[in-house]
């Protein structure tokens, strides 16, 4: 919200400095985004006299004797067609700074320091400036958009600075109001939380006028007052269209709105004065003398003022003459109606729209305008009345039209007046948690225009009519209370009336953080990614179409189809990540991700999805294998003392013979595998990459078993290293688990070397595994270890074909 | 005959230990002597057996002598060529000892779950439990029960993902708040991390953040509680003498609502580039649970009141540890993660 401080001057006595205004409007809940002084640029420009002037012969360029008052006469050149002796112009001292402009005199191009300078041989010590020159344009002062000097009035005094005399030293506020403050999207709304800041009265625009015009007889109905809740017409007649005088265009200027002509800058002025909507509909266009408010019809088709036609439906209000739309409610008037140079007569129009039907007929046909915007943010039915008034106001006092009495306002029946609250002061003051004097909430709430009074623990106010905002409940009133009295006045307190309560993390919650560090330990570090991914990531790791994770839920406005679709698994934004490190140079890394993955029960969703948590680890690097990756799963499982089972499996997007499924307890929660080459070849990966994902949701009741401790065994244990040689086709896992099985004392079988060379024969490797025996009545001797070993060789022989080497 | 025999043995020993330089050599030189079966000085005490009666104790004596002599010769040698030895085998052993470790790789938490594993340990002190909720939210959470229905301009602060007419991904963890009132009766201490959308993707935004919200519900709770436990929290998460500052603001779901800064503790309040002059740093909203929301969720808010704060979990860390860009908390970038091990 852009507001001049010469603007809020004609409504509040503001006697404090712009930047100290900033600070007071912070305080109150109005944060200043921007204090900008217009002339901020500008130094050093005095009112000057030329005294003489004579042409440079064979050139533009004459040398005049200028007149600064204080600063005595200096000689400047000047290339301006309009310098002549006896006129007063702005005069850049040498020092000032003023912008720069381009050949053609009227692009910026920036700011420039004014220097001695020498002309065609001649001394120049300043510059004689145009408007453009000092940021000055003709809306924001008469004569300025002239391509040449900028002429100031003959009773400029000599020497004075310009920048009071066209407006330079003025301030703009861009203020950023919150959502729950419509009523602030003016320059009145500003302006009394201004004047309640200050402790002085806010003075209302004024709003007076004399209906001395020509009458007519009008019919306005609506139709949809639910859409419409106050429809305000009045009729305008004997309208000269004209430029709007030099006060108004300035301000318009000032908030960025481009002068039209009277009729028009009026509704601009009362949107911007007011925050009130205004429309001016030629009436000349109105087929019989009748306004409809209703919706439209199906297919029926409006062009708006920017000529651009839409098809509606009845979704969207419209307003209408006899047969026709000639408005598309509170978003922009038809081309059919708009005013001309020849308009005579005007119906002036102020109305509240729903906001939300306006924020959807706006969306819905991707047609917005100053006008909508302010509908959305909400607009008070009081207000509606106020710009009426002002822009009758206004149409007078600028000599637009005459104002009739064919005043016509249908409502649906809400007030438009104060209405009374009570609240309690202690139930108040103990929401503060501080005790407010009761002089300083009567001051605090009647600055803000509440009316108060307090009778006992009673505080009865009235709430004004454009504060729709107020909920009517002790809250309102405290903030309101507050924010005017100061939060620094809370002395802050120690939940000091609070329940003793027990806090920390739950179970589930302590586990993940262990496994988190355990994974830390390990040397993986923790990611996150967007638990959005693409389509393509899908593609990418080649997930068959009728897969599980190809049933994502779709993000029905994404900001890209890259972030489209919710994640169903974790790995492809792991291997995203692993090629982005690559590209940037990095050649090896350790990353995991614990995150949601979502799985919709159907589509569209209309019940909450299942979320699970997936675990996702990836490795890539020279050093890296597929057995340093398990080992960390295997750290994992030793630490949380679960067994996870590896058998040979495949996925879609990992090498055939380096990937296994993992089971826990003989379901099957997950993958490891190593990247294929193919896919690492079109990612252009040239380091070895790892994978995992594993359902952590499946993983995590088996993580939370309570821990007992077992007797550590009286006996020592004893080992025996055995080197068994076997055909290529049989695995670890199958050794293991044989040996474990032959004998109960054998409580840990390691693989520590697989070997193969020609002693050992084609199609064969030789394992070598460390065996511990762990007795449990007696110390084991020799002998008896023996005579385990032996059954197990033969069991090892017999099952497996396994030999002793 | 004896007597010579005696002199050669000492003269031997005496001429070939100084030349020993192995403790294992002055082992067998002497074993050559001392040996019970072969020794020389053994072999004499045997030949004593042959000697006349009257002569034998004063040549036992001259051998023990000699074996005494010899034992101390031998002990001293060895205690010299140890010596030696353990010099050497130092000297062998000497490594460059600026050469690198042999480590186990440490990988590093993210810098959320660190700013959230401290906000947790802050306020689990207080009393705070951990909830989480869903990622993907009803509409009527999210906002609706939070008092900002459908077509609510304050819906317009949050540009919201939807995945259909009536769920979307929570734009805050305020959502959680509900969940909890529903099915906790005061007194309600709850802390909320998770993450949140918003439709949002440039140099400062990113599309998913996590937020950290926080809720008290009991009897007579405050705004100057509020500040209390912010007073608290700040000085924890960002060092002593910290202070905070409450301002107004506007959010659906409390009344009052505040901003709150804390002030830089970079500058110590003086105005510096962290705080852009004003020597205050924005930190969270906050404010008093709004009585809709309480009645939404089933609590008389003429008994009980509360309040609710919320804060960006990447823009704590983002000030914690000086990083200047939102989207690198989401890139894993080896050089990124790090720095971050402790």
Redesign the interface.
């Known amino acids: 919200m852009l507001a001049p401080l010469s603007w809020l001057k004609e409504y509040v006595d503001i006697d404090v400095s712009a930047k100290e205004l900033e600070g007071l409007l ?4 109005f944060e200043v985004e921007e204090l900008k002084e217009v002339g901020a640029d500008i130094t050093g420009v005095v009112v000057g006299l030329v005294e003489t002037c004579e042409l440079i012969p064979d050139t533009h360029i004459h040398v005049c004797q200028v007149n600064l008052g204080e600063y005595g006469t200096q000689q400047i050149c000047c290339g301006a067609d309009n310098v002549c002796v006896g006129g007063k112009f702005p005069v850049a001292m040498v020092g000032a700074t003023v912008y720069a402009t381009a050949k053609d005199h009227v692009t910026v191009e920036g700011v420039m320091t004014i220097k001695k300078g020498k002309l065609r041989g001649q001394e120049s010590n300043g510059m004689l400036c145009s408007g453009t020159e000092l940021g000055v344009t003709e809306d924001m002062y008469p004569g300025a958009g002239y391509n040449g000097l900028l002429v100031l009035p003959k009773d400029a005094p000599l020497g004075m600075d310009v920048k009071p005399l066209l407006g330079l030293d003025d301030y703009i506020f861009d203020i950023s109001v ?5 009523d602030c999207q003016s320059i009145i709304g500003i302006a009394r939380e201004v004047a309640a800041v200050l402790k002085k009265p806010f003075k209302m625009p004024d709003l007076s006028y004399h209906t001395d015009g020509k009458d007519i007889d009008f019919k306005i109905t609506v139709e949809a007052p639910e859409l419409c809740p106050r429809y305000i017409a009045h009729y305008v007649s004997d309208i000269q269209i004209a430029p709007s005088p030099a006060w108004m265009r300035r301000r318009l200027s000032l908030v960025g709105i481009n002068a039209i002509s009277n009729a028009v800058d009026i509704t601009n002025y009362v949107l911007k004065e007011f925050g009130q909507p205004m429309h001016a509909f030629d009436l000349n266009d109105l087929e019989n003398t009748e306004i409809v408010v209703r919706r439209a019809k199906e297919n029926e088709t409006i062009v708006t003022l920017d000529e651009k036609e839409f098809r509606l439906n009845p979704e969207n209000l419209v307003i209408c003459d006899k047969n026709k739309p000639v408005a598309l409610a509170g978003i922009m008037g038809g081309l059919n109606s708009e005013i001309k140079d020849t308009t005579q007569d005007v119906l002036l129009e102020a109305a509240k729209f729903a ?2 039907n306006i ?2 007929t706006s969306r819905a046909l991707g047609q917005s305008s100053d006008s909508s915007q302010r509908f ?3 607009l008070d039915e009081y207000t509606t009345q106020l710009g009426m008034k002002r822009a009758l106001h206004l149409m007078e006092e600028i000599g637009c039209g005459k104002v009739s009495s064919a005043h016509f306002e249908v409502s649906a029946g809400n007030s438009t007046d104060a209405h009374p609250l009570t609240v309690s002061v202690r139930r108040m003051n ?5 005790t407010v004097p009761n002089d300083e909430i009567i001051n605090c709430l009647d600055a803000l225009g509440f009316a108060p009074q307090i009778d006992g623990d009673d505080l009865h106010v009235m709430v004004p009519a454009w504060r729709d905002d107020i ?1 009517d ?1 002790v ?2 009133i ?2 309101e209370v ?2 005017s009295y100061g ?2 006045h ?17 179970a589930d ?1 302590k586990l993940l ?1 262990r496994v ?2 355990t ?14 991914f693409s389509p393509k990531d899908l593609d990418m790791l080649r997930i068959p179409e009728n897969a599980k994770e190809r049933y994502a ?7 890209s189809e890259e ?1 489209s679709l ?1 994640r169903t698994m974790l790995s492809a934004s792991m291997l995203n ?1 692993v090629v ?2 690559l590209r ?1 140079g ?1 050649t ?5 991700e614990i995150a ?1 993955v ?1 799985y919709p029960k159907e589509l ?3 019940a ?2 299942e ?1 699970r948590k997936h675990l996702c680890i990836g490795a890539f690097g020279d050093s890296e294998t597929f057995f340093t990756l398990k080992g960390a799963l295997e750290a994992l499982a030793e630490t949380f003392a679960i067994k996870l089972t590896f058998t040979r499996s495949t996925t879609t997007f990992t090498h055939p013979g380096m990937t296994a499924a993992i089971s826990l307890d003989g379901q099957e929660i997950g993958y490891i595998g190593r990247v294929a080459h193919d896919l690492c070849a079109s990612l252009a990966i040239e380091k070895p990459v790892f994978l995992c994902e594993l359902d952590y949701d499946a993983l995590r009741p088996a993580l939370g078993k309570a821990l007992v401790y077992k007797p550590v065994p009286k006996f020592a244990v004893e080992t025996r290293d055995l080197a068994l040689v076997v055909g290529e086709e049989i695995t670890c896992a199958q050794m293991e688990d044989a040996m474990t099985e032959s004998c109960k004392y054998l409580t840990k079988v390691s693989l520590f070397d697989v070997y193969r060379g020609k002693q050992i024969g084609e199609g064969k490797k030789s394992m070598a595994f460390k065996l511990v025996f762990t007795p449990d009545d007696h110390e084991f001797t020799g002998d008896e270890i023996d005579k385990y070993v032996k059954k197990l060789l033969k069991k090892l022989e017999f099952m497996l074909g396994a030999e002793l080497r | 005959m004896m007597e010579d025999k005696i002199a050669a043995i000492r003269a031997e020993i005496e001429e070939n230990i100084s030349s020993l330089e192995l403790s294992a050599a002055l082992y067998e030189f002497r074993k050559s002597f001392l040996d019970n079966k072969d020794g020389k000085i053994s072999q004499l005490m045997k030949g004593m057996k042959d000697l006349p009666k009257e002569e034998k104790p004063a040549f036992g004596k001259l051998v023990n002598d000699l074996k005494t002599w010899a034992i101390d010769k031998f002990d001293e040698y060895n205690e010299k060529i140890k010596a030696k030895e353990l010099e050497q085998k130092n000297k062998d052993e000497a490594i460059d000892v600026t050469m690198p470790g042999v480590k186990n790789e440490v990988g590093a938490l993210h810098p959320d779950t660190m700013v959230i594993g401290e906000l947790i340990d802050i306020f689990a002190g207080m009393g705070f439990e951990i909830y989480e909720g869903s990622e993907i939210e009803n509409d009527y959470y999210n906002f609706t029960a939070l008092n900002t229905p459908k077509d609510h301009p304050a819906r317009d602060m949050q540009d919201t993902f939807y995945v259909s007419d009536d769920f979307l991904l929570r734009t805050q963890t305020s959502a959680g708040q509900i969940h909890v009132m529903e099915n906790k009766k005061p007194p309600i201490k709850i802390l909320s991390p998770g993450k949140v959308f918003r439709s949002d993707d440039d140099a400062t935004h990113s599309p998913m953040f996590s937020q950290m919200e926080g809720l008290v519900v009991d009897r007579d709770i405050s705004l100057a509680d509020l500040q209390g436990m912010l007073d608290t929290f700040s000085e924890r998460i960002f060092g002593e003498g910290i202070k905070t500052r409450l301002r107004p603001s506007y959010f659906p779901f409390t009344e009052p609502s505040v901003e709150v800064d804390v002030s830089c503790f970079a500058c110590g309040g003086k105005g510096c580039k962290l705080c852009k002059g004003t020597g205050w740093i924005e930190v969270l909203g906050a404010g008093i649970v709004n009585r809709h929301v309480l009645e939404n969720c089933g609590i008389d808010p003429d008994v009980y009141s509360g309040f609710a704060f919320g804060m960006g979990v990447e823009r704590i860390a983002m000030l914690k540890y000086g990083i200047n860009n939102i989207k690198a908390l989401f890139e894993s970038d080896t050089r990124f993660a790090e720095q971050f091990k402790n």
């Open positions: 912070f305080s109150a809940g919150t959502a729950n403050r419509p906001r939300d924020r959807r959305e943010k909400g103990q929401i503060l948690g501080i909920d409940h809250q309102d405290a903030e507050i924010r939060y620094h809370i002395v802050p307190t120690f939940l000091k009336e609070a329940s003793v309560t027990a806090g920390g993390r739950n919650q953080l988190k560090k994974l830390c330990a390990q040397g993986y570090s923790e990611s996150i990614f967007y638990s959005f839920i779709r993000i029905k406005n994404p900001i972030l919710m990540a982005r490190n940037r990095n090896k890394g350790r990353f995991f949601n979502f569209p969703l209309n909450y999805p979320e």
